[in-house]
């Protein structure tokens, strides 16, 4: 009898298989100098955590998050069975998905927001993540693990209740949401870029919020702008080409203390 992988089981581990994969290309292409927005000086220069701390950080935000939604697909496990045995249409698909992506947004908003404006959540919590002033495809969950359990978790696990999303669908939406935010890390343009292209919340647009004039602005993440529009966060930005090579975001408002 061959092994057979659940639904649950891809749903919960996919995704991290989808980051280090991933997080590998652009680890690939990081020597393109002409498309980064910072060079491999700075990168080695301005972070203040090594590499390795990085990937043990990340590892153990991932297995927190497998550990969670393997609990979750287990007690909605009736739910899912019973889903299992109605056809979804693509628009119930599409519907859930922009659902999920909605809330995913709107819960992280608002807790990234507030861990910034909370001192000590701040200086606790949330600076371990912005100790990448330069950030990199797979620092992308570099967090502290109460941050990543709470904006990245529990977020995640709301826009699968909230959405109604089958564990099937939720393999599919939970490693495309993994495949955004690394992207939104990476540190390159890259022309052709459909992430550049389509979402306005992009790599150049996160980068903006890792340096110290865009610390309280851009905290929108990872699909849309929309809160930080509403909210008055929003930093514009234009992306300019550096001397020395490579791409600089560079704010275009006035930044007031």
Known sequence: MGFVLSDELLGAFAPILVYWVYSGVYVALSSLESYR?????????KNLVSKCNVVKGVLLQQLIQAIVAIILFTVTGS??????????SLLVLASQCVTAM???????????????????????????????VVPYAYGALY???IEGLLL?????????????????????FFSFATIK???????????????????????????????????????????FVMWDRILGTYMPYSLEKRKDGGFEARPTKQVKD
């Not at 739910?79 to 979804?88: N, V």
């Not at 992280?108 to 600076?127: C, D, E, P, T, V």
């Open 152 to 172: 990245d978790t529990i977020g995640g696990a709301l826009s699968f209740l909230i959405s109604g999303m089958s564990p099937r669908t939720s393999i599919f």
């Open 143 to 145: 967090n502290h693990p």
């Open 181 to 223: 935010t690394v992207d939104d890390h990476c540190g390159l343009c890259l022309p052709g870029n459909l992430f550049h292209i389509l979402f306005k919340n992009n790599t150049a647009y996160h980068d903006v919020h890792h340096q110290l004039y865009g610390n309280k602005f851009n905290f929108s993440q990872p699909f």
């Open 37 to 45: 927005l910072h060079s491999k000086v700075e990168e080695e220069e």
């Open 79 to 88: 739910d899912a069975e019973s889903s299992k045995t109605q056809q979804s």
């Open 102 to 132: 909605l809330v995913l947004d709107t819960w992280q908003y608002f807790m990234h927001r507030y861990m910034h404006y909370n001192k000590f959540l701040y200086k606790h919590i949330h600076s371990q993540h912005h100790r990448l």
